[in-house]
């Protein structure tokens, strides 16, 4: 049986609803705050508390997750929150945003320096993956600090403690990569299956349980080819994080030349086709306006 503990949730979005969700249904004592509350409201109705502000939701928390769109983000909240004091002693700050490595090494030292614990812990899997509690967890931090939230990590998905604080996110970046990379495959693939004549739901079937097939396969290559593009994973942060991937890799002196491709490709469907706020398996739209069909 899971230890109820008390738990609080920063930024109810796409992906924290249903966290939160998997949270209480472990057990959990759960505080969510989200800065536009009606986003946190209906997770009242599932047994959350919901705060009317992100102190008020810190503050008595032994963990505290934070879900936001960066490390700029999350780093604000940790700032404020240690300026109001609002931590209880001995609290653990698991970051599962998308950020630079840098941002979880300097929040993990600015934390620890005062006798809190910090865990960067990115997710992979979408919507899908958050609803189903079957998140692809990767754990930067102290590795008893990794011990102590583990369970918590369980009831949201597959954890796995990938090194010391910073590790999370660079694990994160490598995942991007490889998701942004095949999303572009995945879109020609497809593209060329259509228009040489064949039934793309087919061709997905032929392929699946071979070296070609992932979920990026069965999953986007099936929205491209009904036109589903509502939003599991937004363009406007596979953006975010192929920047992220770059820098990351400039700073090691490394180029990565289909990562940087496929980023301006992303920032092409962004800029030109208005596509910040479509999934990013819409990347297949600016394949098809490249070659000039009707998107």
């Given amino acids: 049986m899971t230890t109820s503990r008390k738990i609080t949730l920063i930024g109810t979005g796409l992906m924290g609803v249903p966290m939160s969700r998997n949270l209480l249904k472990a057990g959990h004592d759960l505080t969510v705050w989200n800065r536009t509350l009606a986003r946190a409201e209906p997770l009242a109705k599932d047994g959350a508390t919901v705060a009317p502000d992100a102190m008020t939701a810190i503050t008595g928390a032994e963990f505290v997750i934070t879900m936001l769109s960066d490390g700029f983000a999350s780093g604000a909240v940790i700032e404020e929150a240690l300026a109001a004091k609002a931590l209880s002693p001995g609290a653990v700050w698991i970051d599962m945003s998308s950020a630079k490595p840098e941002h979880a090494r300097a929040q993990a030292k600015l934390l620890e320096n005062l006798g809190f614990a910090h865990l960067d812990a990115p997710v992979s899997g979408g919507t899908k993956g958050a609803e189903a509690a079957s998140l692809a967890i990767m754990v930067g931090g102290k590795a008893d600090t990794y011990q102590t939230a583990r369970a918590i990590l369980e009831a949201m998905g597959r954890p796995v403690h990938v090194g010391p604080s910073g590790a999370g996110q660079l694990s994160k970046l490598a995942n991007q990569t490889i998701v942004a990379v095949t999303i572009s495959a995945v879109a020609e693939a497809m593209l060329l299956a259509e228009q040489g004549g064949a039934d793309p739901a087919a061709v997905r079937a032929a392929l699946k349980g071979g070296f070609a097939d ?82």
């Fill in 214 to 295: 992932s979920v990026i396969l069965q999953q986007h290559g099936e929205r491209m080819t009904t036109g589903n593009f509502e939003p599991g994973g937004l363009t406007k942060f596979q953006v975010k994080d192929l920047n992220n991937t770059l820098d990351e890799a400039a700073s090691l002196g490394l180029t990565l030349p289909a990562t940087e491709s496929v980023r301006d490709r992303f920032q092409h469907f962004i800029d030109a086709m208005d596509g910040a706020e479509k999934d990013h398996s819409g990347l297949y739209l600016e394949l098809k306006a490249r070659n000039g069909l009707s998107t």
